[in-house]
């Protein structure tokens, strides 16, 4: 079984997260510079005229970690829960999805072995 999480958190906090995650041994990971919004259509800040009909797309940072066992899956996404939380609205989300395929192109190692830790 082969496990994608994906979180979309704040750009500030994407050291603290890839840190909790080197913590419990997680150190495959991929990061990305986005631009997101969510429920509050990314609007900061009330200030706008036209704000109800706009989407303010705001910088975020989107991760992915992918785990060959479904083991951990529950223990990524609460250090990932911890590490980018602040309370406030625009923390992000986390996803978690079951993968068809996997394969390590170096030794065409497939499944669960392409994406456990090589020599
Ligand atoms: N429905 C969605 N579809 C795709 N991406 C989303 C969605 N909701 C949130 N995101 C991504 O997550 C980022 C952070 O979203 P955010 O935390 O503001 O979600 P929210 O549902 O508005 O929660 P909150 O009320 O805590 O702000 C967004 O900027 C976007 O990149
Ligand atoms: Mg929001």
Redesign the pocket.
């Known amino acids: 079984m082969i496990v994608k999480i994906e979180a979309?958190?704040?750009e500030d906090k994407m050291e603290d997260v890839i840190d909790a995650l080197a913590t419990i041994d997680i150190h495959g990971i991929t990061c990305y510079q986005?631009?997101?919004?969510?429920?509050?259509?990314?609007v900061k800040e009330y200030t706008r005229g036209k704000q109800e009909v706009e989407l303010h797309?705001?910088p975020?940072i989107?991760i992915e970690v992918l785990l060959s066992t479904e083991k951990c899956e529950q223990r990524v996404i609460d250090t990932i829960q911890k590490a980018a939380y602040t309370g406030?609205?625009?923390?992000?989300?986390i996803l978690s999805y079951d993968v068809r395929s996997a394969m390590r192109i170096r030794t065409h190692e497939t499944g669960p072995e392409a994406i456990q830790p090589s020599d």
């Open positions: 979309y958190i704040r986005v631009m997101g919004c969510g429920s509050q259509h990314g797309l705001l975020k989107k406030e609205k625009g923390d992000g989300k």
